[in-house]
Nanobody, 116 residues
Framework: QVRLVESGGGLVQAGGSLRLSCAAS????????TAWHRQAPGKQRELVAA???????DYADSVKGRFTISRDNAKSTVYLQMNSLKPEDTAVYYC??????????WGQGTEVTVSS
């Protein structure tokens, strides 16, 4: 079983930046893909950004050009740099990782609130 621990959430004004971190208990390089999802109040969880083992990234249209996902294999940590934040980015952000032969691992979530 893999444990994921997110950090870095908080309250920020619109236009500000935050960097979320997701530390994995297993070498993140072994994951075929890692991703950040978010769930706003009253809405379904949605994919925000993903990165494959090979470094290919993908983003939701709503965050393209503002968010950047990256991975530090040596630290087994995945990051989400969020710039130009908007009130509609307010949500609980979850890290997820797909390791071979294991169910998808999820973190406990970190809350991001963007004030207008």
């Amino acid at each position: 079983q893999v444990r994921l621990v997110e950090s870095g959430g908080g309250l920020v004004q619109a236009g500000g930046s935050l960097r979320l971190s997701c530390a994995a208990s297993r070498n993140i390089f072994l994951a075929s893909a890692t991703a950040w999802h978010r769930q706003a109040p009253g809405k379904q969880r949605e994919l925000v950004a993903a990165i494959t083992r090979g470094g290919v990234t993908d983003y939701a249209d709503s965050v393209k050009g503002r968010f950047t996902i990256s991975r530090d294999n040596a630290k087994s940590t995945v990051y989400l740099q969020m710039n130009s934040l908007k009130p509609e980015d307010t949500a609980v952000y979850y890290c997820a990782a797909d390791f071979p032969l294991l169910p998808r691992a999820w973190g406990q979530g970190t809350e991001v609130t963007v004030s207008s």
